[in-house]
Nanobody
Framework: QVQLVESGGGLVQAGGSLRLSCAPSGRTSSGNAMGWFRQAPGKEREFVAAITWRGGSTFYADSVKGRFTISKDNVKNTVYLQMNSLKPEDAAVYYC?????????????????WGQGTQVTVTS
């Protein structure tokens, strides 16, 4: 059973930054790529960013492009989401997910494992 442990959420003022972390319990079984999704109250969960373990290819949602950066540390077996210039509309529960696909999928159904989520609150 693969477990994804997220950390780094919190409260920040608009314009501020946060860094989320996600550590899969076993990378060999956690797939070929990792993604971040988010869900705001009353809204559907949406794709934020994804990265492949091999090669480090990345893909971003248009809404976060230029502000968020997804990265990985193969030694620490950890994926990060650096969030800068945060806006109130970025407030949501952020989920880390793992997929067996070998590309940076933005499709929720293609992700096999999910973390418990971490809350990000942005005040104006």
């Amino acid at each position: 059973q693969v477990q994804l442990v997220e950390s780094g959420g919190g409260l920040v003022q608009a314009g501020g930054s946060l860094r989320l972390s996600c550590a899969p319990s076993g990378r060999t079984s956690s797939g070929n790529a990792m993604g971040w999704f988010r869900q705001a109250p009353g809204k559907e969960r949406e794709f934020v960013a994804a990265i492949t373990w091999r090669g480090g290819s990345t893909f971003y949602a248009d809404s976060v492009k230029g502000r968020f950066t997804i990265s990985k540390d193969n030694v620490k077996n950890t994926v990060y989401l650096q969030m800068n210039s945060l806006k109130p509309e970025d407030a949501a529960v952020y989920y880390c997910a793992a997929t067996s696909k070998a590309w940076t999928s933005s499709i929720e159904a293609e992700y096999n494992y999910w973390g418990q989520g971490t809350q990000v609150t942005v005040t104006s």
